[in-house]
């Protein structure tokens, strides 16, 4: 068997971690500016945009345009791309890719625990450690501008995080390797980190979050999303938002979008464990409608399905959504890009739904698309980030931070990255201003894509 990591022994990998800093010093990521010739931020959002639902991107364009931390939730591509024009450690991990604030949350674990992660993987590769670290703080700095804290305010938010996930990566640093593969952080992990810091009346909030997350189920999303029509259960229309198959196409061309759905899910399956196939037997095709979802995915196809297990009251709800091209990605890849993004989350997350798979799909819209599958609600739920006070997006912020530092140790050389950190908080106080740099510049940057959207040269519609 052919060993990576543990080819080196634990003093080599840190040497290797202190060496780094001689590459890309830590004080070193204090710095940004843009890059010479760097690319207009709607040239590279329109160009995204090339093979996405033409007829959805208005609604893209209105919600990346109400603020600049909406921008930036939408447009990964150009902050990974300024990244990438800037020196860097070299100490490669998976990444998430879009690490913002919004892509954490809690989630039902196969063994019915509520536990906080990740939750967005559409843009997951292999990159240097910083990328994810630095898109976190510039949503720690844009958030905390958006709810109207001082700048001393989002400095300690944004240098708590770097804190927490320098620590944390000294911590897994430690750890034997399966106790760091079944690191986790659930509820009551929650309130043991950061009881002292949120205070009685968060551990409030917190709990009662919690309760209404494990609300959010197939069963309760059924019973929103359906109804009876004609004697039939059917997915009920919200459009633009949520259009059933048979309000989208034609009779016949419905039909033939059924019938590809249907042969994804056959695909899908085969990606699935042997006990997971066996339980998705289980469940039959009943309906089919598509979504729009979040704000950087609107215009991607993205369906939700509706599936019924021993009864009208048994139902399960997937959604199937497309996967492009990583924006971290530097060029084509054999690798299917839903398996890319399926096998990032399973490396990411502690626990990860029990139906996540991928299919490639031949032959749709006339193309070879890929695709991704996972349940629709299984007690999702996330922090609201523009009710948050400074304590409590302070609190939050240092438990993505911690999330954050969990994944990479799983996927990197933990050891290592460690070491480049170092004990002091050179890297915390480095983050305070790269956060806000970058906050000034997605300012600018969502300045000139609103205009754009005001002038008419980007179609929107508001209000959904």
């Known amino acids: 068997m052919t060993r990576t990591l543990g080819s080196r022994e634990p003093a080599a990998r840190a040497a290797a971690g202190r060496a780094a800093r001689e590459i890309a010093p830590l004080e070193g990521h204090a710095e940004y500016a843009p890059a010479g010739g760097r690319v207009d931020p709607i040239t590279l959002v ?3 945009e090339a093979d996405r639902l033409a007829e959805l991107l208005p609604i893209r364009h209105a919600r990346m345009a109400l603020s600049p931390l909406a921008f930036l939730r939408g447009s990964a591509g150009v902050m ?21 604030l919004f892509n954490f949350g809690v989630y039902a674990s196969p063994e019915r625990r509520l536990v906080f992660d990740l939750n967005d993987f559409d843009e997951t590769y292999p990159g240097p450690f910083e990328w994810d670290v630095k898109r976190l703080a510039a949503s720690i700095a844009l958030a905390g501008r958006a709810n109207g804290f001082r700048r001393k305010d989002r ?45 009685k009346s968060r ?54 979008l059924e019938s590809q759905i249907r042969g994804l899910l056959d695909g899908f399956r085969e990606s699935l464990a042997e006990d997971r196939r066996r339980l998705f037997d289980a469940f039959e095709f009943v309906d089919l409608a598509r979504k729009v979802v979040g704000v950087g995915s609107v215009g991607t196809r993205c369906w939700i399905v509706l599936l019924t297990g021993r009864d009208d009251e048994d139902p399960l709800l ?31 997350q502690a626990a990860s739904d029990i139906f996540l798979g991928w299919h490639r799909l031949e032959g749709f819209d006339g193309r070879t698309r890929d695709f991704y599958v996972r349940q629709l ?49 050179t890297f915390d106080k480095a983050l305070v201003s790269y956060a806000e740099l970058y906050a000034d510049q997605a300012e600018r940057d969502h300045a000139a894509f609103a205009g754009a959207v005001e002038e008419g040269r980007l179609s929107s519609q508001p209000g959904i």
């Open 46 to 48: 329109t160009s995204d």
């Open 80 to 100: 990974a791309a300024d990244l990438a024009a800037a020196p860097h450690s070299g100490l490669l991990t998976q990444l998430c890719g879009d690490a913002h």
């Open 155 to 199: 400095a300690a938010a944004v240098r708590f995080a770097g804190r927490r996930y320098r620590e944390a990566m000294t911590e897994f640093a430690a750890m034997r390797e399966l106790d760091l593969w079944y690191a986790r952080a659930d509820m009551e992990d929650l309130r043991e980190q950061f009881g002292d810091r949120l205070g």
């Open 203 to 256: 551990l409030a909030r917190l709990t009662k979050a919690g309760a209404k997350a494990r609300t959010r189920t197939s069963l309760q999303a059924y019973r929103k999303l359906t109804a009876v029509i004609d004697g039939e259960r059917r997915i009920v229309a919200d459009p633009p938002l949520l259009v059933p198959v048979q309000d989208l196409v034609p009779d016949l061309a419905r039909k033939q």
């Open 318 to 348: 997937l959604q199937v959504k497309e996967a492009g091209p990583s924006v971290l990605a530097t060029g084509p890849s054999d690798v299917p890009e839903g398996r890319r993004v399926v096998a990032g989350q399973r490396l990411m």
């Open 377 to 425: 609600r299984d007690w999702k739920g996330g922090g609201v980030v523009e009710e948050m006070d400074v304590t409590g997006m302070s609190a939050y912020g240092g438990l993505c931070a911690w999330t954050l530092a969990r994944a990479h140790a799983r996927c990197g050389d933990r050891i290592a990255i460690a070491s480049y950190l170092g004990a002091s908080d």
